[in-house]
C-alpha cells in the first residue's frame, strides 16, 4: 500500500493508465502493453513463507541477512523522495482487493516456475544499447574482469615456476660446512 503512490507515479512518466481489470493471461503471453497491479494471493505468499522459513531453520547465517536486509530497506524508506501529491491522491482510488492478472490463470505453481526458470536472452554485459554509457561501462567491467583473471594467470605461473626451479645456494652452502 505504500508503495502505490509511486507506481501511479511510475505509469504518469510511462505515460500509461494503471490497469487491474484485465483478462488473465500467462507469463508466456505476457507482453509490454500489459502493465498491471493487484495482489499476490495467499496460498502463494504462504507456500513462499514456509519455503523462507525452513531455509532460515537450516542456515544459520540467514538471521543476519535478513537484519541487514531489514536495515537496508528501512534505509531506503528514510531517504527516497516523496511520491507526489498528485500520484496520493490517484492511488486511493486504486482498487487494489483484485489479484494480479498472472495470478487469475488459476495455475500460481505454473507462474511461480515459468518466473524462477526465466532466463534473459542475454546478459548485462551482452546488452547492446543505443546509450553509450552503458556499453562503456560494460566494456570496462570486463576489461576489469580480464585484468583480474590475467593477473591470477601470472602469479599461478609465477607460483609454478618457484616450485619447479631447483633449490638456490642455500644447500651449496650447508656442504661445504
Given at each position: 500500500p505504500d508503495e502505490l503512490p509511486y507506481i501511479v507515479d511510475l505509469h504518469r512518466f510511462l505515460d500509461r493508465e494503471p490497469s487491474d481489470a484485465s483478462e488473465p493471461y500467462t507469463v508466456k503471453e505476457w507482453t509490454p502493453t500489459q502493465i498491471h497491479y493487484g495482489q499476490?494471493?495467499?496460498?502463494v505468499l504462504d507456500a513462499e513463507l514456509s519455503v523462507l522459513e525452513n531455509a532460515r531453520k537450516d542456515d544459520s547465517s540467514l538471521p543476519a541477512l535478513e537484519k541487514v536486509a531489514s536495515n537496508a530497506s528501512q534505509q531506503y524508506k528514510r531517504s527516497r523522495p516523496s511520491a507526489s501529491k498528485k500520484a496520493a491522491q490517484g492511488a486511493k482510488l486504486l482498487r487494489t482487493s483484485e489479484p494480479h492478472p498472472l495470478f487469475n490463470t488459476g495455475s500460481?505453481?505454473?507462474l511461480r516456475r515459468a518466473i524462477s526458470g526465466y532466463r534473459p536472452p542475454q546478459s548485462i554485459l551482452e546488452?547492446?544499447?543505443?546509450d553509450e554509457t552503458l556499453g562503456a561501462a560494460a566494456k570496462d567491467f570486463r576489461a576489469k574482469i580480464d585484468r583480474?583473471?590475467?593477473l591470477e594467470e601470472r602469479r599461478?605461473?609465477?607460483a609454478e615456476a618457484?616450485?619447479?626451479a631447483p633449490p638456490e645456494e642455500e644447500e651449496e652452502e650447508e656442504?661445504?660446512?
Open positions: 499476490i494471493p495467499r496460498e500460481s505453481d505454473a546488452l547492446k544499447s543505443k583480474k583473471k590475467a599461478l605461473q609465477a618457484a616450485a619447479a656442504e661445504e660446512e
